[in-house]
């Protein structure tokens, strides 16, 4: 019995060694390189961890240095408690800026309805008198005779044409209300067949 115990022992220690050696690995650096990071510890040596670290409640003695932003449900200073900031009061208003530059003109509206016809105003003052015109011609009495061709050309209404027989013009035309008669003449002048030419008022 008491070997079986002696050889149960050697066997443990024997289990136990393998397994030391086997788990064993050597340092990757000459010392004091390549130590495992000092864990979390209660000394007054500041530490400085790379990974997150969460923890149920956390109190400081001294002040706290945040290098990113801080989230929380709530902001409390003492008792009194907020879930987010209040406004600030709205602060005065600025100086007007300078007047911009005035725009390009629109273009023009279209033309609009034509207004009511204004009242019609009052009759001016009459004018002058103007100046008397030319006397005109005498309303001649039926059955008076005129009209002439004078040597210089001219026509004497109410004759309105001459034609020359032989040297002598003579009334060819009368004036509307008029009538060219031939009239024997004894004064020597001769149209070549004794008849002289007038106009007779119808």
Do not use: H
């Not at 009242?119 to 011609?137: E, F, I, N, R, W």
């Amino acid at each position: 019995m008491f070997n079986y115990i002696k050889i149960l022992v050697l066997a443990l220690a024997l289990s136990l060694g393998a397994t030391l050696v086997f788990a064993w690995t050597g340092p990757t650096a000459t010392a004091p390189n390549g130590n495992t990071p000092t864990p979390i510890n209660v000394s007054a040596t500041s530490q400085i961890k790379s990974g997150g670290l969460f923890v149920g409640s956390l109190g400081v003695d001294g002040g706290g240095l945040f290098g990113g932003s801080v989230t929380a449900p709530q902001f409390c200073l003492g008792s009194s408690c907020i879930t987010s900031w209040q406004s600030g009061p709205t602060g005065p208003q600025g100086p007007a800026g300078p007047t911009g530059a005035t725009g390009a003109a629109g273009a023009t509206g279209a033309t609009g309805p034509q207004g009511a016809t204004g009242a019609t105003g009052s009759t001016g003052s009459t004018g002058a008198t103007g100046p008397q015109g030319p006397a005109g011609p005498l309303e001649a009495v039926s059955g008076t005779s005129g009209g002439a061709c004078p040597d210089d050309g001219s026509v004497w209404w109410p004759a309105t044409d001459c034609t020359y027989y032989g040297t002598t013009r003579w009334i060819s035309a009368c004036a509307s209300g008029w009538t060219l008669v031939r009239i024997p003449t004894w004064i020597g002048i001769f149209n070549g067949n004794g008849l002289f030419y007038n106009c007779i008022k119808n």
